[in-house]
């Protein structure tokens, strides 16, 4: 956990997002799913949005996906985004079938296009203990 605190918007873990988040600050991606009918299930949920079924589980994520949309944020009214302009907002498309609402980040990030492939990366964020999974194209 980083000594500066933050001013941005923090995710706060539920009893069933938990799991998500402290798999997070391992640097490790999982998915939720149903037992029941297998669906998988992106944001955690508790239950499932198909069969509506409470027996859920989690697997790992291979953390490869392709850019499905993005939007390249170059001004900010939101103060804890001010110092972060320009900053790339996607969807991206994991190879899990599932998609996520998610940063694309590195050197490349602002030369993104949809149909990129890119690979889960992690950022913690400063004076928590959340850790972000974010995406860098791959080369």
């Known amino acids: 956990m980083s000594e500066q ?12 997002s938990k799991p998500y988040w402290d798999a997070a600050r391992e640097e490790r991606l999982i ?3 149903c ?29 490869l996906g392709t ?12 103060s804890p985004f001010v110092g972060k302009v320009p900053y790339v907002v996607a969807v991206v498309r994991l ?3 599932v998609q996520l609402l998610t940063n694309i980040v ?4 602002l030369s993104v296009q949809c ?18 999974p974010v995406f860098e194209l791959v080369d």
């Not at 605190?5 to 069933?16: G, I, Q, Y």
């Not at 850019?67 to 939101?78: H, L």
């Not at 590195?106 to 990030?109: I, K, N, Y």
């Open 31 to 33: 998915i939720q799913h």
């Open 67 to 78: 850019v499905y949309s993005y939007s390249i944020q170059k001004r900010s009214a939101a």
């Open 35 to 63: 037992k029941t009918c297998s669906t998988k299930i992106m944001n955690p949920k508790q239950y499932c949005p198909n069969c509506l079924s409470d027996d859920l589980g989690w697997s790992a994520s291979t953390g």
């Open 106 to 109: 590195g050197d490349r990030a």
């Open 5 to 16: 605190p933050t001013n941005r918007p923090v995710p706060r873990p539920t009893a069933w």
């Open 95 to 97: 190879e899990d079938d």
């Open 115 to 132: 149909g990129d492939a890119v690979r889960v990366a992690f950022e913690p964020i400063a004076g928590t203990d959340i850790t972000l």
